[in-house]
Each structure stands twice: as C-alpha cells, then as structure tokens.
C-alpha cells in the first residue's frame, strides 16, 4: 500500500458511526478527515481536497445529493454514499448524480474497506488502463475490442462490448440501470429495461463461469450492475 | 267487551311508555293552571304557588306575564325576579312579546310564562322562531327548564267546534290536546259563575275597552256555566286517562281494536269532523285514523282547496291521529277498503252535500258507505253552521295562484269552426245538408279531443250557429225553418260536451299518472346513482343535483362533523349549491330533527325550508333547500316527495358512514393486535442478540488484553453476527409496516428472474455457503413486472428460510414456467418440510414453522413475501413437496410469452 496516506473525508453526522469509521479506516492507514454537517462538509472538501469522500445520505442539515452535485461541480473526487435500506430511490438518484459507489448501513468493515479501496484505484488508475481487462481466464482489450478465452478467440457482439466498457470504467461500483442505458443504447431507450437485461444474460454466458451464478458481472436488484474483476 | 284477554298490556304500548319516559328524563316539567274562562284566578294561583316554591328555595322566574295590569296579579309578581321582555315591531306597533332566547340563557329551575295558547306575530321583527308560544315552551321544556303557564278552557283544539255550537264565541287561538294531555301537572282553577261574575263586575277582571262588548256577550251566566262544566269534564276524563295508563298491566286498557276512522274532503267541514273524532276516540279510549281519498275529482281542486287539506291532516296529527292519504277513483270504495285491511270499527263522515236531483243522481260518499258498511258502524256528523266563517287556518305562502286561462286554445276553437265552414261551403254544392253537420260534429269532437272543455264547448256554440246561419234554410239568417234541425243542433252540442269532459277527464287521469310516475323516477334516479356513489361528499352533491332538479330549486347537504355541528360542504359548490344557508336554523333543525323554515312551524317566514334528513329521532344532517316558487316545496304532493328524498338521503348518508367506520375500525384492531404480537416478539427477538452483544462488547472492553486474538476475534464475531440478525429483524418489520400502510409502491420494471434470483443468492453468499441452491430456469422465461428489489427481498426471505430451518448440506431449486401472462415461480428444498397443519398459515405474520426458538426472524419473512407478491398482483402458496422437503410457489406478472 504505498498510497496509503490517501486522504478521505468523512461525512457522517452521527458521532457513533463517524468513530468507528475513523478507527477503521485508520486502521488501515488513511487520513481521515471529519465533517458532521453539509455545510462543514463543503468547506473540508475545498480546504483538504480529500482523495475520496465517504457521505451519508441522511444529514440533518442538507440534502447528500446537493452536497454531491455541488462537489462534482468542480471535483471527479470519487464519492462513495451510506445509506439506509429504506432509501433505494436516494441511493439510485446519489448514484446517477454521479456517486461512484455506495455501502449500505449497517455495513460489515470488509465492505466498507473494499469499496473505498475500489474507489480509490479507479481514481489513480489512467484511462487507457481502464480497457485491459482480466476476468477469470478471459482477458479483454476494450480498445481493441478483442476477448481472448483459454478455449481461443471470443465474439462478443458491439453491444456486448460497449456495456462491458461502461461498466469497466466504474469498475468496482455499480453502474445504474439508467446510465448504462443512456451510455450504451441512448438517452432515448431510457425507461425500457429489457435490452439490457438481454444483453446482461448474453454476456454472462459468454464471460461467466457459472451463468446462474455470475462471479464478474453482478446484479444490484433495482439499481443496475456492477463488474468486479478479479483483485491482484 | 272488556274481557282480561282484550285488556292484556300491549307490547307496543309498554314499549311507547318506556320510550316516552326516557323521553322525559332531562326534560323540564309542564304544569298548567287551567281554567274555564279568563277572570278565574289561573295567572294569580300561579304566581301564588311561585312564592312558595321561591321559598322553599327554587329558582323561579317569570318569563313572561299578559299585561293585564291587574293589582293583586302585579303585587304579587314583583317578589319575583322578572326576565325582560322582547320588543317585536309589526306594522309599525310595538308588542312585548316572552323572549325565548333570553330565558334559555337564564335557564332558571322553573319558568312562569303566561297564556300557552297565544300566537306570536310571525311577520314581526325580530322573527319569532315559531307561530305559537306553545312550540316556545316546547323548546323550553326540552332545554331542561320546567314551565308553569296558563290555559283557558275554550282555547283547547278539539273543543273548538263545541265551545263555538256552546257559546257562539270561535277562539282563534288554539292548543294542541297533546301538549295538554302530556303536560306533567293540571291545576284546575275553578270559580263558580256567580263568583266570576261577582268579580267581573267588581272590575277585577281585565277587560279592554275595544273588546267589551264581544266580552260583554261572553260573561254571560250560562256561557260561564257551559264553559265551567266543560273545562271539569275535559280535566275529569284527563285524570281518568292518567288512571287508566296507571292501572297495574292496563297501559293497553283500551278495548282491543277499537279504532276509529275519520274520513275527511276538501270541504269546510274537514276541521270539525277531525276535532269530533278526537273527542269520541278519547271518549272511547280508541285509537283514530283521519283518511284523505284523492280521487280524480279532487284533483281538480283549486290549490286552496288542496292547501286546506295539508293543514286538515296537520291538524289531526297535532291532535293525535295518525293521517293516511288513499288515492282511488271512489272515495267510497277506497275508504270501505281501507275500513276492513285496518279493521275500523267505527267511521265517521261529514253529512251529505249534494241536494235535490244531484242527489238522486249520483250518491253521495256518506249515503254509499251507510248502505255498505260491513263491521262497522258509520257515524255522520252534521255540519256546525257557517264553519265558512273561519279562514283556512294556515295558508301556504305563495299558494294562491289562480288556474290559467288559456286564451290561445280558444282561438284555436274558433278557427276549427272556420275551417269547418270553408270545408262545408266548398261542399254545399255537392252533398246534402246531414253530411254537412257531419263536418261540424267531426270539427267538434275533434277540438274536445284536443282542446280541453271550455274552448271545445265554445267550437260546438259556434258550429251549431254558423251551421244554421250559412247553410239551414233558410240561409244567412238565425230562423230554422224545419224544426228537425234542432235534433241536429243538440246532437251536436251534446257531443261536442261529451267528448270534451271525456278527454279532459282522461288527460287528467295521465296527467296524474304521469306525475306520480314522474316522482317515483325521480326518486329512483336519485336512489340508484347514491347506491353506486362513494363517500358521503359524493353523495350529498349527487342528491343536491337530484333534489335541485326535481324541486327547481337550490339546495345544499348540510353534514354534521363527530361532534354533531353542522358544516358547509367542502369543495367548491356546484351551481345548484345552496350558498347562503342558514346554519343556524340547519342547527336547529338538526338537533330537533324537525323541519324548520318556509312554510313549516318554526322560522315560517324564512326564505328557504330546512329538512332533516333521515330518523326524525337521529337526524345525519340537513338538506336546505330553496325552492324558485314555494309551490315547489309545499303543495302536499311535492311535500311528502320531499320528506321521502331526504329520508332515502339520510339512509345512504348512513350507510355511507357505517362503511367509512367499519374498516377503519377493523384496520384499527388489526394494527393494535399487530402491535401486541410484535411487542411480544420483540422482547424475544431483541433482547437475546442484545445480550449477547452486551456481554460480549463489556467483555471484550474489560479484558480485551487478557484474551487471546482467536477469542477476541471469536467475541467480536458473535457481535457482528447478532447485529446483523438484529438489522434484519429490524428492517423485515419496517418493510412489512410499510407494506400495511399502503406507503410502498412498486417501481417496476422488466427484469430477468433468473437476475433476480441471482442477486437474492449473491446476497445471502454466506449464509448459503452449507446450502447449496440451483437455478433451473428455462432460457426462453419471459421477463417480468415487477420491483427488483421487493422480488429479490421474496427470493432472498425464501432463501434464506431454506438456510435456517434445513440441516446442512440441504440442497434447493428454483424452477419456473411462463403461464399466461404470469411466471410461475417455484422454490422448493428436500428439508424436513412443514410442520403438521396448514402450510398457509405460515403467511401470517409472526407464525413460525416450529415454535419460539433460537431462530432469530419473528416469522416476518414469509408475511413479507406474501405482501410483496400481492403487491404485485400475484399470490404466492405454500405447498408440501412430493417425497420429502418444502415448496414454495409464487406467480409474477410478465409479458406473455412469445
């Protein structure tokens, strides 16, 4: 972990929770940085320029998803949301507001842990990095729109290949249903669903192991999918 | 006749008494000081007896006393406190009239009010609520306040027509018989005649100047000795009464059946024959019916005719009679008809009207039920001479329109005479002079089919004429040479009579009919669209548009809130809405459940009429209504129209309420018991994972360092694992608390259930680790409708029941096949299966399979399952599988499958 002194801004207002935070991810050798309020969140935002920003949603005293689209305003800092079950719409408009992840309360340290880690690497990671993909034993260049399985070449159709570069870019996070769409089939497809699970399922086929149980390209029910390629 | 059998108590009867006594309870008591005449002392007893009580200490206030001026009268009353009297203006004179208001406001234990029987001045200002003073004291009473007051003898209704036949005096004036009967006390004030004349001329007695002679024509000895015998009998047969209804077992001590009818006209004699079958049921202890029969003839009454008869029946109901309406084309027959279904015994009836050869011609009413009555007797009352001489007692505003003339269709009689005439002088020349009057009689019969009676009269007047002028010789002059004609001119006049009292009897006959018809639509548009109207404002506004356009009127629903004020509707008035109704008065109205305004008892003068709806005991609100032409409301038909549509309004209103009660009330238990049972789990539930994460964080706070890394780790773990156990217990029950308020609904959208069932096992990847669970889904399933995150919540519920309550190494599958346009889902294990009993029990919420044990979830899941799927339109079952294990199924809308 040479990178360890990444800085990440905790907004949390409950005490509580912003301590075990702050033990946990000091823990594993970040700096961590306290805000209990919106308001305060912005200023520490500016001030310290954190590497990531780790928010929940429900604040007393703002609204999580002005914070992230005032902070996305002027920062590509990666933003990853805590949220309460109970929130699914919040969590779906945080993440097409542009969140790159989210942790659902209550969360278990090695979540929490891997998300930020996700986070951060997507953050340091150069684009043209982004297009080399290792699955298992298929590796892809997105670039070049090649997949190559240990059985020998492997066709994936211009579709196949654009989701798969969408979700390779937020590699880690999940990608809402919405933006996939919008990305891959156009703004003008957005409420219609089914070419994409289509898709999802021929893709799956392709690159999974295990169709049924899909080990890269997974599910997050009601908000969109998320591609997590193996960790080094 | 007075057999044990005939006098047993009537049911009926002890109900009534039960009824009127609870009545009673909470009313003030009624007290009259009763007199034969006006000098005997009733005023002075009375305020005598008020010194007393004030001196025993009661709370007694004058409310009113005649301003007789009368020494001893006054002396007495200014020991007493004394209430303002109110100002009434009337044709620029100034009367001091009892203030009804200010003596509810004072409310004192017993109020003295002077003169029961008087009237108020209905045109004065300010309004007085009611015509008489007698409805005053009713109010007063219901308030709770006792009343003392006085009666004079000849003021009592049904003995009007006896005390005018006695002493030639007709009182203006009257009481009703009821309030006289039910009063609680009578003091009868009796003076013998000398005595009274003795004071009289002592000038003791008030007598005003104006009046003296009328007076002086009254106090004569034998009227006072009439009046004397007649106020002791009326207040003997009152006590005789009060001892009959006392006798043990004798509240029904009138002779089994006896029941007298009293068949009334729209005569002048109506009145009176009401007042004698008052005297002789009383007299008989019988109970009475007054009968109206409507036949054709009666139809065609002038509307004050019709008026008269409305205020006969009011009359009678005042005095106790119950009052039917028959219609028939025979007054007789409806009447000897009626006689037997009610089995009268006896019936009385006005004498014969009709004299000399229209006697002969036709019987009248009377002589046909004297020579048919069959089981009972028939009485006939002789007509009380000039009962011309009183006005109808109580005209209806707006009532006296007159039948038009409708000049337009003589025109049109005239002008068939000249068509007949051009007709026939284009014939002359070719036909003979009978075939010519053929012309004329086809021109008459036809303006008597079309024209009514006067203008098809007039067609046959001038036929005849121009006939005989134009063509009978000889020609152009009104001499009739051959005296055959007149035949001929006869049969014509005749014909044309004839035919036009047929058709006008026939036009009349549909006329009725189709009015009466009119009204029964009418009633039942109104009663079919508030069946299938919903909520109590839709309602009021579909009978207001309903009332609105029968009556021609506006109108509005005036609707009482839980604490029975009456409020405005909400929302915006629709353009029939009565705007400007009196709340007020609707209040009243309410509360007494007793109409109130235009042409009623209380407020007559009022623009609009104010009627309760439904029970007169139970009143659920108020329709006001103001009609364009009063007529609308109050001619006796359209009146009883309108007490049947309010009454069919308040029985919809209430049932529109009980249903707007009844599930809110069982939603209620429902929630109460829900949140019983989940108290009682949840000090289960809750407290054994928060014990162990008490004891394992103090443990782990206390003496972190002096445990070994694997047992720390081993604590914290335990921790985490009841947390989390915790969490899930936690949010099952809000999801299903959401679920029950209605607040969740699904966002749907097409989705894979093979992605669905996939992300519910990714989900529970550890929990799952020992069980292992197969997707068997067929490539070509259709997606689905639905929320995924309420679907993989089902998946995930299933799942993870097939993890706690199967042993290790338990395998499971989820299967499904398109039907229709559902999926079918199938989850099914090889565990142990259902415990014994209804595998659908296990939906409800906090059942569990096996009783209370370690196995942390409340038996929320399945409830949960069951919520969402039907939430989705589907319906999921529980079934026991083939050989050994459990199954679930559940469907979910999809698109049909291609």
């Keep these: ?232 | 006749m007075n057999t044990p059998a005939d006098t047993r108590p009537d049911p009926d009867q002890l109900l009534a008494r039960v009824q009127a006594e609870e009545a009673r309870a909470g009313r003030g008591r009624l007290r009259i000081f009763f007199g034969a005449s006006a000098g005997v002392g009733k005023t002075f007893s009375m305020l005598e007896s008020a010194h007393v009580a004030k001196g025993a200490g009661t709370d007694i206030v004058i409310g009113y006393l005649e301003p007789h001026g009368r020494m001893e009268t006054e002396r007495l009353a200014a020991g007493l406190e004394r209430l303002p009297t109110l100002a009434v203006s009337y044709k620029g004179i100034v009367r001091q009239e009892f203030d009804l208001d200010g003596a509810l406001a004072r409310h004192p234990d017993v109020l003295l009010v002077d003169e029961l029987a008087h009237s108020n001045i209905t045109g004065g200002l300010p309004q007085p609520r009611h015509p008489k003073r007698w409805q005053d004291i009713e109010e007063v009473l219901e308030a709770g306040i006792s009343v003392w007051t006085t009666v004079s003898v000849q003021h009592l209704e049904s003995l009007n027509d006896l005390i005018y036949q006695t002493i030639g005096v007709r009182q203006s004036e009257t009481l009703p018989d009821r309030i006289f009967d039910e009063a609680d006390d009578i003091e009868l004030i009796d003076l013998p005649a000398d005595d009274l004349l003795a004071r009289l001329h002592a000038g003791k007695v008030y007598v005003s100047e104006a009046v003296a002679t009328a007076v002086e024509r009254f106090f004569r000895k034998p009227n006072l000795m009439a009046l004397r015998e007649i106020a002791l009998r009326r207040v003997a047969e009152r006590v005789e009464a009060a001892s009959r209804a006392m006798r043990p077992g004798g509240g029904g001590a009138r002779i089994a059946g006896d029941h007298i009818l009293v068949a009334v006209g729209p005569d002048l004699q109506a009145e009176q024959l009401v007042r004698t079958g008052k005297r002789i049921a009383d007299a008989l202890a019988a109970s009475w019916t007054v009968v109206y029969v409507e036949t054709l003839a009666l139809l065609r009454l002038s509307d004050m005719d019709r008026n008269r008869r409305v205020a006969v029946l009011r009359l009678a109901e005042s005095l106790g009679a119950e009052t039917v309406t028959l219609d028939g084309p025979s007054a007789a027959e409806a009447l000897l008809g009626y006689a037997q279904t009610r089995g009268a015994t006896r019936m009385l009836v006005g004498a014969p009207k009709r004299r000399g050869w229209r006697a002969w011609l036709r019987a009248s009413t009377s002589t046909t039920l004297i020579k048919r009555a069959q089981g009972f007797d028939v009485m006939v009352v002789a007509p009380a001479d000039a009962t011309k001489r009183r006005a109808s007692p109580s005209r209806l505003p707006g009532a006296a329109a007159q039948p038009v003339i409708r000049w337009d269709r003589y025109g049109w009689a005239a002008g068939v005479s000249v068509l007949c005439t051009l007709l026939a002088f284009a014939m002359y020349p070719h036909f003979e002079l009978s075939n010519l009057a053929m012309v004329y009689l086809l021109g008459v019969t036809v303006a008597g089919l079309r024209l009514g009676r006067g203008p098809s009269t007039l067609t046959a007047v001038l036929n005849v004429a121009v006939f005989d002028f134009c063509f009978v010789p000889p020609r152009f002059t009104f001499a009739v040479s051959d005296v055959q004609y007149l035949v001929t001119f006869g049969a014509m006049l005749t014909i044309g009579l004839l035919t036009a009292t047929l058709t006008a009897n026939v036009r009349q006959q549909t006329r009725v009919a189709g009015a009466r018809e009119r009204r029964t639509a009418a009633l039942y548009a109104m009663s079919r669209e508030l069946a299938v109207t919903r909520g109590i404002e839709g309602m009021a506004r579909v009978a207001v548009r309903h009332v609105a356009e029968v009556f021609q009127c506006r109108a509005v629903v005036l609707l009482p809130d839980v604490e029975g004020k009456l409020h405005r509707p909400s929302g915006a008035p629709a353009e029939s809405s009565l705007r400007g109704a009196d709340l007020a008065v609707a209040q009243w109205v309410n509360d007494h459940g007793r109409r109130a305004g235009l042409g009623s008892d209380t407020l007559p003068a009022a623009p609009a009429l104010y009627v309760p709806l439904g029970d007169e005991d139970r009143a659920t609100g108020v329709l006001a209504v103001l009609p364009a032409n009063a007529r609308r409301v109050l001619l006796p038909e359209q009146s009883h129209l309108l007490d049947t549509f309010a009454s069919q309004i308040g029985l919809a209103l209430d049932r529109a309420r009980l249903a707007d009660v009844a599930p809110a009330s069982s939603l209620a238990a429902e929630r109460e018991s829900l949140r019983n049972t989940l108290l009682a789990s949840i000090s289960h539930d809750l407290r054994t994972p928060l014990a162990v994460m008490v004891g394992a964080a103090s443990t782990l706070a206390e003496r972190g360092e002096a445990l070994d890394a694997p047992r720390r780790y081993q604590l914290a773990a335990s921790i985490e694992l009841k947390a989390r156990e915790m969490a899930d217990l936690v949010s099952n029950v809000l999801d299903l608390m959401r679920f029950q308020s209605g607040q969740v609904e699904p966002m749907r959208d097409w989705q894979s259930v093979e992605d669905l069932a996939g992300a519910a096992l990714q989900r529970l990847d550890e929990r799952l680790s020992d069980h292992p669970i197969e997707l068997r889904l067929p490539p070509d399933l259709p997606p689905v409708h639905v929320d995924a995150g309420l679907i993989v919540q089902v998946f995930a519920n299933l799942f993870d029941n097939i993890a706690k309550y199967t042993p290790p190494a338990t395998r499971g599958w989820v299967s499904a096949a398109s039907e229709g346009g559902f999926v079918r889902v199938v989850v099914e294990d090889e565990g142990p299966g259902f415990p014994p009993g209804d595998p659908g029990q296990l939906f409800e919420k906090f059942h569990r399979g096996s009783g209370e044990g370690a196995i942390v979830g409340a038996g929320l899941g399945l409830a949960i399952c069951r919520a969402i799927v039907r939430a989705h339109g589907g319906e999921i079952e529980a079934r026991r599988r083939e050989g050994r294990g459990a199954r679930f199924e559940f469907t979910l809308p999809a698109a049909e499958s291609s």
């Design chain 1, 1 to 232: 972990m040479t990178e360890a002194m990444h800085q990440i801004l905790v907004i949390e207002d409950e005490p509580a929770i912003r301590n075990i935070l702050k033990v946990l991810l000091e823990a594993e050798r970040y700096r961590v940085i306290e805000a209990d309020s919106a308001v305060r969140a912005e200023i520490e935002a500016r001030t310290h320029k954190p590497d990531l920003l780790l928010l929940d949603l429900g604040l007393p005293d703002g609204d999580g998803l002005a914070i992230i689209r005032r902070v996305r305003a002027w920062s590509p800092v990666p933003i990853v949301v805590l949220s309460a079950r109970t929130m699914e719409e919040q969590k779906i408009a945080a993440l097409d507001g542009g969140a790159d992840d989210y942790v659902t309360k209550p969360f278990s340290a090695p979540e929490l842990l891997a998300r930020v880690r996700s986070a951060l690497r997507r953050n340091v990671r150069a684009p043209e990095q982004s297009s080399r993909l290792k699955l298992g034993d298929i590796q892809l260049d997105l670039a070049r729109r090649e997949a190559r399985a240990p059985s020998g070449e492997m066709r994936l159709t211009p579709l196949e290949y654009r989701l798969l570069e969408c979700l390779a870019r937020h590699l880690g996070a999940v990608v809402t249903q919405n933006q996939l769409i919008r990305e891959v089939w156009g703004p003008e497809r957005l409420g219609d669903s089914r070419g994409l699970r289509v898709c999802v399922m021929g893709l799956r086929a392709k690159i999974e192991p295990d169709p049924h149980k899909p080990r890269y390209l997974l599910t997050e029910a009601g908000l969109g999918y998320r591609l997590r390629a193996d960790e080094p």
